[in-house]
């Protein structure tokens, strides 16, 4: 059972070149995120998605694009990388489950990424 | 809005020692969850616990508790005993609620506070 993959493990990009950060699960499940993590401030949220074909923005959306065509895949698209999107990043998955006491938020590895 | 505060950024204890890792929490609902999770210097993030608003007891599991007050908005995690694997950040985030019940897991993290165990 992988869990949660993510790949690259690292990526160096330069500053307007475009990339995608990819994620896959294998637990079938419905929930999916993206987090950065940056020093001092702890994860936040950049885009959601509650299933397929069903995507949200979190708190920090702007520069990356998202998208949910199966269940297993959650993408995410820098367009135009700028030094601002330095950052470590995360993919989550949960179950849709409303009832499991001790429901976990499944993380992948992270993708260390830099924009130069 | 909801906003977690970790106000202890950085703590270091010597093995065996018991610490306090302090969560003050904010939020506008009345059904929220709240969460643990440990980065150890491998950089993963591993879950620890999550607790529904409504159930106010205190958990323990092994060396690890915790203390959750409602009336002070507080979720806060204990080591005792710590030990030199224990050193990592740790982060308290907070969910909302779904209109149907459970988490959307949306989290929002604290700053996380970082446990440097010395042997």
């Known amino acids: 059972n992988a869990g949660v993959t993510q790949t690259p493990k690292f990526q160096v990009l330069k500053t307007g070149q475009s990339m995608t950060l990819q994620c896959a699960q294998d637990m079938n499940h419905e929930y999916m995120s993206w987090y950065r993590q940056d020093p001092g401030m702890g994860l936040r949220l950049i885009h959601y998605?509650?299933?397929?074909?069903?995507?949200d923005q979190g708190e920090v959306p702007n520069g990356y694009n998202v998208s949910r065509s199966t269940t297993e895949d959650f993408p995410l698209r820098l367009l135009s990388a700028a030094p601002s999107q330095t950052s470590v990043y995360f993919c989550?998955?949960?179950?849709?489950?409303?009832?499991?006491?001790?429901?976990?938020?499944?993380f992948g590895s992270g993708t260390q990424l830099s924009v130069l | 809005a909801q906003k977690v505060t970790q106000a202890q950024t950085e703590i270091s204890v010597v093995e065996k020692e018991d610490v306090t890792l302090d969560c003050v929490y904010e939020?506008?609902?009345?059904?929220?969850?709240l969460f643990w999770y440990k980065q150890p210097p491998s950089g993963e993030l591993v879950f620890l616990i999550r607790r529904n608003s409504f159930d106010e007891q205190n958990e323990i599991s092994g060396r690890y508790s915790w203390n959750f007050q409602k009336s002070t908005s507080s979720f806060n995690f204990t080591i005792t005993a710590s030990q030199v694997v224990d050193s990592a950040v740790y982060f308290c985030a907070l969910s909302e609620a779904r209109d149907y019940g459970g988490a959307t897991n949306k989290l929002i993290f604290g700053t996380g506070t970082l446990l440097a165990v010395q042997p």
């Open positions: 998605s509650v299933g397929a074909g069903i995507t």
């Open positions: 939020t506008r609902d009345t059904t929220y969850y």
């Open positions: 989550a998955s949960s179950y849709s489950t409303d009832t499991a006491t001790n429901e976990k938020l499944f």
